[in-house]
């Protein structure tokens, strides 16, 4: 038969049937609860095995077998406008999380743009602080595990491969999705993923959305659906929400992110929360306020009062307040409330924002909303397994198999034994309050009443894809999975490539 793919740990012993070899998950999952050497922290030769997620938002960096990553700091270099055009003085990385500094109206610059990897000057920038300063490595002695987005052009794989293997002169390089790397680490900490094989992982990134399914920690990539929104788009908005409103923070990236991060949420009932948002602000329970640095006094923008930021976790869930508009509204109470300078208030920002995600086309955009989206990857699979991506793997069945399970073939009734439901929800946009919540109602319509619809949120979403590398890199069998330097010398970037599955 066709030689196996090593990119991801599994290999095909029957036409008909895929089984892990390598990956060892129950003793993984046991040593990634402490901070301990597994076998496979150092691979032969005594080389240690570096993880990086190198996310366009944030860069998780740290080494396999640990639990956490050391670094996870701002993938990109800026520059405070005070400083000479033509100046040297970049800040990278964690520079930017130093409490000394002051984040406003800095100009950034990011290797990645729109999800990949464009700027390897700027991206080697922030390797070298994060390699040399934080995790303190030399990669002439390390191997190294990168998470790449999928459908990377082959023009930008040559590229990353000449940073990784002539720039920094790793001795290996092993390259994997998110998605499947979620998938590991969850099947690590849960034994029915593990036993079920199949999942449908939902990536809300810093530039992008995707649902991806998952089968036997392949990621099927001809299903996958994007949605062009992500943690960017969505920092943006409010940029745009208000500097239109209050303040001009178009140039305030950094400040509105953190202030989006905050403050905003998903709403469970738009039309309800936007009349309350109408309210006058003492009766209205989104109003917050938030403070932008002096660059004296304080150098990080914060939340006013984080009491009044939460008032809206006491709104009941469904139906209207006893108060309705104007009950007793006088013209005085009307008055907006005076505000310094330095801060801005957000009132139905909160969750008209994170609102994009479910109903961009309300917005303007030509888009699909989540669970529309969720719902097509299902049903771009081939037809032989569509069932058990939609209905035994989409929806949890309550009991019992299909009948049409009987009609197909051997190879089909191997995936429908396998094929068990959830969505595995990660990524830094799903961290809004009440995500998971507005997600299951969404999808609730989209699918037959008989089934139920599971939804998983991760322990951390941030780290979620970073663990699942620390898990791959700690199996004893990682360094075949790797393509070394003398091998990328010899072949070069395109054969090597054709190890990585994805």
């Not at 449908?200 to 959305?209: E, H, K, Y």
């Not at 304080?298 to 006013?304: I, P, Q």
């Amino acid at each position: 038969g066709p030689e196996a793919p090593t990119g991801l740990a599994i290999h095909i012993k029957d036409p008909f049937e895929f089984k892990y070899t390598s990956l060892g998950l129950s003793w993984i999952g046991a040593d990634l609860n402490k901070r301990e050497v597994p076998v496979g922290f150092y691979m032969t030769g005594g080389s240690r095995v570096v993880v990086i997620d190198n996310g366009g938002g944030l860069l998780k960096a740290g080494f396999g077998g640990d639990k956490d990553p050391i670094a996870v700091v701002p993938n990109c270099i800026a520059k405070s406008p005070g400083s000479n055009a033509n100046s040297k003085k970049w800040l990278a990385a964690d520079q930017l999380q130093a409490q000394d500094v002051d984040v406003t109206g800095m100009t950034l610059r990011r290797p990645i743009d729109r999800g990949y990897l464009i700027n390897t000057e700027v991206q080697r920038e922030v390797w070298e602080r994060v390699l040399r300063s934080l995790l303190q490595v030399d990669p002439t002695n390390s191997s190294l595990l990168l998470v790449e987005p999928q459908f990377n052009p082959p023009g930008l794989q040559h590229a990353t491969d000449e940073l990784v293997f002539e720039e920094f002169g790793f001795n290996s390089l092993c390259v994997a999705d998110a998605p499947s790397l979620v998938r590991l680490y969850e099947a690590s900490r849960q034994p029915s993923l593990f036993h079920t094989q199949c999942s449908l992982v939902v990536d809300c990134g810093f530039s992008f959305t995707h649902a991806s399914p998952v089968l036997q920690n392949f990621t099927l990539n001809y299903a996958v659906r994007r949605m062009d929104l992500g943690g960017k788009a969505l920092t943006n908005y409010l940029k745009e929400l208000v500097s239109y409103r209050s303040l001009n923070v178009m140039d305030e990236t950094l400040l509105i992110d953190d202030a989006k991060e905050k403050l905003c949420f998903v709403s469970l009932d738009v039309p309800r929360d936007l009349r309350l948002a109408s309210l006058s602000f003492k009766d209205n329970p989104f109003r917050c306020s938030y403070i932008l640095p002096d660059g004296i006094t304080y150098k990080k923008g914060f939340v006013k009062d984080l009491d009044e930021a939460r008032r809206y976790c006491s709104l009941p869930v469904e139906g209207e307040l006893d108060k309705k508009d104007g009950d007793s509204d006088t013209v005085k109470d009307r008055k907006k409330p005076e505000l310094s300078q330095n801060e801005f208030a957000l009132t139905n920002e909160r969750f008209l924002v994170p609102e994009m995600l479910f109903h961009p086309i309300d917005l303007g955009m030509n888009q699909a909303g989540l669970a529309e989206c969720i719902v097509r990857a299902a049903q771009a699979c081939h037809p032989y397994i569509q069932p058990v991506l939609y209905q035994r793997y989409v929806l949890s069945l309550n009991g019992g198999m299909p009948d049409a399970i009987l009609t197909f073939d051997r190879a089909t009734l191997v995936l429908m034994h396998w094929a068990v439901f959830s969505i595995i929800l990660t990524g830094g946009s799903t961290l809004f309050p009440r995500f998971a919540e507005r997600l299951q109602r969404e999808l609730r319509p989209l699918v037959p009443e008989e089934y139920q619809v599971k939804i998983i949120s991760q322990e951390n979403p941030i780290l979620g894809v970073w663990r699942g590398g620390s898990v791959l890199a700690s199996s004893p069998d990682f360094g075949s999975m790797c393509v070394t330097k003398s091998e990328y010398e010899e072949m070069g970037s395109a054969r090597c490539r054709r190890r990585f599955f994805h």
